[in-house]
């Protein structure tokens, strides 16, 4: 019988060894990343965008975010401003290491943008967007990327005020 326990020992032992030395899963810190837009125009026409995002690799080729929007327009020359704020949330699949398809629904809300009514004439609007495309992606260094993404509004709600497709670029940096 002590035979048998020996010859059971030596042949799980190997086993259990290697299934302890396995990959550990990242940490959270490492699942997370950042990015977004941040855009300025100063002239006659002043435009100011702020728009981090935030996402949770939730795999290697699937994660998860969220991202906030602020954008400021003023026109000089036909005394024109106003100013959108919103969010959305997002899904992104990398396909390869450089190609992914993204998935995003937004809500975005506009006040101002026109001159010649008062202020309870233009209340604020409020617009929804499912963004869906894809995009390209390239390391830049370990923790940091640039992509481009073309994505297409399939809502395309009459009060939209962007036009399909959107092509948006930027840098995205893990913590």
């Known amino acids: 019988m002590t035979r048998y326990f020996y010859i059971l020992l030596l042949v799980t032992l190997p086993f259990t060894y290697s299934y302890g030395q396995g990959e550990s899963k990242p940490k959270f810190k490492d699942r997370i990343y950042f990015g977004g837009n941040v855009g300025l125009n100063l002239g006659t026409i002043t435009f100011i965008d702020v728009s981090p995002l935030v996402g949770y690799k939730l795999s290697d080729k699937y ?10 327009y003023k026109d000089k020359q036909f005394d024109v401003s106003g100013n959108v704020l919103g969010g959305s949330v997002f899904n992104r699949y990398n396909a390869t290491d450089e190609l992914f398809i993204w998935g ?14 008062s202020e309870n004439e233009n209340p604020r ?8 495309g894809g995009g390209y992606s390239q390391r830049i260094s370990g923790r940091a990327s640039i992509f481009v993404t073309i994505l297409y509004d399939v809502i395309d709600n009459i009060e939209s005020r962007i036009s399909n497709p959107q092509i948006r ?7």
């Open 125 to 132: 609007n409020t617009v929804p967007y499912l963004w869906l």
């Open 63 to 72: 994660s998860v975010g969220s991202s906030f929007t602020y954008q400021y």
């Open 104 to 117: 995003e629904y937004q809500l975005l809300s506009y006040s101002g943008l026109n001159s010649t009514f």
């Open 169 to 175: 670029g930027g840098i995205a940096v893990g913590i």
